[in-house]
């Protein structure tokens, strides 16, 4: 598994506060949302706010995130592709 | 039991300080909202509705204040203060009052606010509201979201019907602070442009700030000319989310609902709505919703946020005022902000001040925590 | 129903690490700080509710006091109950505003997180406890300096009396600089404790 993969689910357990869950329950391709880990809309706010504070990333329409947060894979490979730091 | 009114009324806020001159703003379609370039407030200029700081501290410093007060203490006592003189009510042990805010001295946490931190408890808020006036009863501090203005109505009727009082002053308000404006912006909920409820671009809120009150009375000789009856009121959770309203708009339906069984009123009996229509594409869209399961699509509707924006603790009582005044005037007043329907279901969005028979308006409110109110008033002279 | 035949049903306290349910200790963990106490206290209820660890503090406490007492009446109900939720406290939401204060100080490093500014309201911890037990009822959140038996008790008598409310779940739940306290009672035409303000403070002061 790439760095920024683990560092993703790492950061998603701990910032999302997701104590019942380990890193490895979490596969790359799981949907985040929905029926996957089950993350709300708050979790999609606090996610857009991490984007902007660890990678330099700003989304401005909350609806791009939707598609980006889709799952680890997807986002790792938004993250690599836009990061500024 | 006793019929329960809502009386004597002020409001201090961007489009004056006191509620006639506001009302006639509204009727000439004037907005408080602007651009305020403040960093102290928000990094990026943004658009709000802000009372104007000189003319704050100077209609304050007309009643001879012998300490020093906070900007909301500044507009709350100033609103209460008008409506306490006027109605001559004697402040006994069986006049209660009820300050409903989310948020009071918020802006007290900043470190670069000079006032004392203890100032940020809502208790203190209340006891210097109290002591200002020499209310002999301990404060009821509201705060529960963006319900707490309206919701503050029905708790003074209940507590009046339970008798614990027989008058209450109510004073709600809010400012417009550094926290509040973070906060919503992280929820990515600001407009960059003035806010247009229910319109199809429509982009989310702005934040206002103000200060309404009201004596909420059983004696009819206390009685203005704008006064209303409360027919019946509501507060239902949607059991939901704590931050998204209901897809279905269900507490807003339940709390309508329950209303109107307590008012024993229907759609047919509401002449106007003063809805919650804060701009957000879920809230105004919900509010479609919930309307539409109860008939009510066809009824004159506006939302006021266009005129304030959302001034939070105070907005339900801000917005019943206006409406007692519009039932007083027999006049609709437009939704400005609103060009064309972005909701899904039929509103009959109020797009110009409109001359009509008025007797009866439902009032609604909802917010974070899931939390949603409905109130029905009636003209008491028509 | 007259107001003179209403009952406490049932009341709980969360307080200096111990949980107690009507005068009896459920649990109790001395030495821990609050966070460390609060989970251990929701993994011995067995409450199997991954939301919780997102909530901040005030809604954990209310929403673990609010669970022991509704639990046994919510969770094989499949009607819906009334019960209407009016809580109090003096330090409103002043714990995780300070949070969202703070992270707003340093106009360099401005990441305001919606996952605790949502926090910043107390009525959150009614939404949270709704939500939990499906309660479509009123809600309201009072602020008062001290715990204030009397206007508990006439707003509870005030939503039962019109119907509001088929019972009332009330009380207190403050968090607050180093230290924290929850009591809750639900107010019933059932149960053997009368409903009035001297029987309030009784429990209140003896939990």
Partial sequence: ?85 | MNKTYLSYNNIVSALGFDSPRVVQNIHEGISGITLIEDENLFPNPFYASIIDSNSLKEAFGLLGPNSDYTRLEQMMIMSLDKIIKESSVKLTDRVGLIISTTKGNIDTLDPTNPMPKERAYLGTLGHIIKNYFRFVTEPIVLSNACVSGILAISIAKRFIAQGTFDQVFIVGGDIVSNFILSGFNSFQAMSPLPCKPYCKERSGINIGEVAASVLVTTEQKKLVPEAVEIMGEASCNDANHISGPSRTGEGLYRSIQSAFKEANAGPQDIDYISAHGTATNFNDEMEAIALNRLDLGGVPLNSLKGYFGHTLGGSGLLETIVGMHSLYHNTLYPSIGFTELGVSQPLNIIRATTAKKLDCFLKTASGFGGCNTAAVFKKVQS | MTAENLKIKEYCSISNNRVMLNGQLLFEAQGSDFITFIKLAYKKMDTKYPKFFKMDDLSKLGFLASDILLKPITQDSEMPKNIALAFSNSASSLETDRKHQESIRDKEYYFPSPAIFVYTLPNICLGEISIKHRLHSENSFFIFNHFNAEYLHDYANSLMKSEKADEVLCGWINCDVEDYEAFLYLVSTEGSIAHNKEEIIKLYTTK
Wanted: proline residues 1%.
């Fill in chain 1, 1 to 85: 598994m790439s760095d920024l993969k683990q560092e993703l689910k790492e950061k998603i357990i701990t910032q999302l506060n997701l104590e019942d869950i380990a890193i490895e329950e979490i596969a790359d391709n799981d949907s985040l949302f929905g029926d996957g880990l089950g993350l709300d809309s708050i979790d999609a706010l606090e996610l857009i706010v991490m984007l902007d504070k660890d990678y330099g990333i700003k989304l401005t329409d909350p609806k791009e995130g939707k598609k980006i947060f889709e799952s680890i894979e997807v986002m790792s490979n938004y993250i690599t592709e836009h990061r500024t730091k």
